[in-house]
């Protein structure tokens, strides 16, 4: 008897050019186009098997081993049944196919990274299922066509299914046809783009994206002006930054678009705050490193970035990431040893940090052990993989393993 299952992986992305805002909350068609830089799977990924039988008895969803609930009409529901929709497709092109589309599946999803890490695991599971469905379903569909349904997940999801710079152009269709990823530029076209996740402790429980953007959408004239005024210009400079290989410009465009969406969430009303203590220190910091290096003759260094959370992330090419750890370390003390996958610190660790010549220690006061828990250096990365048959997450039965 055929087993017909399939794993695959996918990416984490994090935006340069912020969406926040639904035209359509059903469909989830945003406001303005957004831009992403996908992260290496080798740090942060979500892996997902799916796998079609008869015998099954309806759709199921493990999600980091507890099974979770496909509500009717829900996101999940609605991806699912979307793939089953091109998989019939295929299916009526080619009768010799077996009929797939008519069995319930069994979805099976981990993150190698804590979901109390606080990083946004909806872009890279939602991809991860859409590219383990595919797989399954042996569909003909493009990376831009799977990211039209990982849209309907989650927004931000459309953006994994491509790896190095990515667009999610917002379209004008009501059918949402035309809102879908595209490439902007692959990862070995800028390879030297890393990353730096600051992450930032949190007690309270956050508004979500969801429900903030909706709310933003609702109230917000800041998002207006937005919207019809800076994303578009923004979205065009910042493409022509990348083709380039330009840092300075991609970083000062991506600290005005995380300053102008938590703007926009604080004119929100009533308004939301993301940002802590810790994060505002964490951009002056930057903001100084940056600074040292203008004063010098030189170019930006760095570019923060921050999502619906106190998470930074920082950008920056390979050569700086080693003073900016350092920078970091410096304010905020570490619970634990830096991971440093790249090996930038050989055996003596990075200690207790330090400061670049000329930088004013006063722009920040230190914090305490634990105020930014972990810090994950990673890099632009590829998109989805389809992983081999041992690398599977259910078990000859059918459940996970
Ligand atoms: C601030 O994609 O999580 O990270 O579409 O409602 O699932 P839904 O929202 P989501 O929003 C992400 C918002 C953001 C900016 C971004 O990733 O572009």
Redo the contacts with the bound molecule.
Sequence with gaps: MSVYQATASAPV???CI???G?RDTKL?LPTNS?L?VTLDQDHLRSTTTSRADASFKKDRLWLNDTEEEIKEGGRLATCISEMKRLRREVEEKDASQPKLSSYYVHICSRNNFPTAAGL?S??SGFAALVASLAALYKLPASPSELSLIARQG????CRSLFGGFVAWQMGSLPDGSDSLAVEVAPQSHWPDIHALICVVSDDKKGTS??SG?QRTVETSTLLQHRIAHVVPARMEAISAAIQARDFDAFARITMQDSNQ?HAVALDTDPPIFYMNDVSRAIIALIVEYNRVSVANGGKLKAAYTY??GPNAVIYAPKENIKEIVELIVKYFPQPEAFKDPFGLFGAAGVGEGKLVDGFNPAVAKPFGVGAVKNLIHTRVGDGPRVLRAEEALLGTDGLPK
């Design positions: 992305n994090i935006a912020k969406y926040w639904k989830i957004s992403s946004a909806s872009a989650s927004g931000s999801a994206s969801t953007m969406f999502d619906a």
